[in-house]
Nanobody, 126 residues
C-alpha cells in the first residue's frame, strides 16, 4: 500500500519561504513520477508542480514558476517543494501525489494520480 505523508506547512509572511516534504512508502519511490497540488478554500484542487522519476524533468504551473522548486531524493524516498517569495494567494492545503503506473516524464493531470497524502496547510499573511 502506497502511503504519502506531507510535512513542512505553516504560517509565513508574504515574501517568506517554506519547504514542504513528502515521505513516501510502500513501493520503489524512485520509479515513479510525482506531483504537488494545492486546494484553496472554495476552489478546486490545482496543479502546482511535477517531476519525472529521475528528477531530470520538471514542470510548473504559471503562478508558481520562478518561485517554487520541486525536487526529489530517491535514496530517502522523499519529495520536496521549496517555496520562495510566497504570496497570500499561495494560501492552500498542499498535497503530494503519485500515479499507480510508471510514466517516463511529468504529469499535470490530477486524474492520472492515484495516491494522495493527507495535505499540509500553508498560510501566507499579507
Amino acid at each position: 500500500q502506497v502511503q504519502l505523508a506531507e510535512s513542512g506547512g505553516g504560517l509565513v509572511q508574504a515574501g517568506g519561504s517554506l519547504r514542504l516534504s513528502c515521505a513516501a512508502s510502500g513501493r520503489t519511490f524512485g520509479s515513479y513520477t510525482m506531483g504537488w497540488f494545492r486546494q484553496a478554500p472554495g476552489k478546486e484542487r490545482e496543479f502546482v508542480a511535477t517531476i519525472s522519476w529521475n528528477g531530470i524533468t520538471t514542470y510548473y504551473a504559471d503562478p508558481v514558476k520562478g518561485r517554487f522548486t520541486i525536487s526529489r531524493d530517491n535514496a530517502k524516498d522523499t519529495l520536496y517543494l521549496q517555496m520562495n517569495s510566497l504570496k497570500p494567494e499561495d494560501t492552500a492545503v498542499y498535497y503530494c501525489a503519485a500515479p499507480r503506473r510508471s510514466y517516463g516524464g511529468t504529469l499535470l493531470n490530477p486524474s492520472l494520480y492515484d495516491y494522495w497524502g493527507q495535505g499540509t496547510q500553508v498560510t501566507v499573511s499579507s
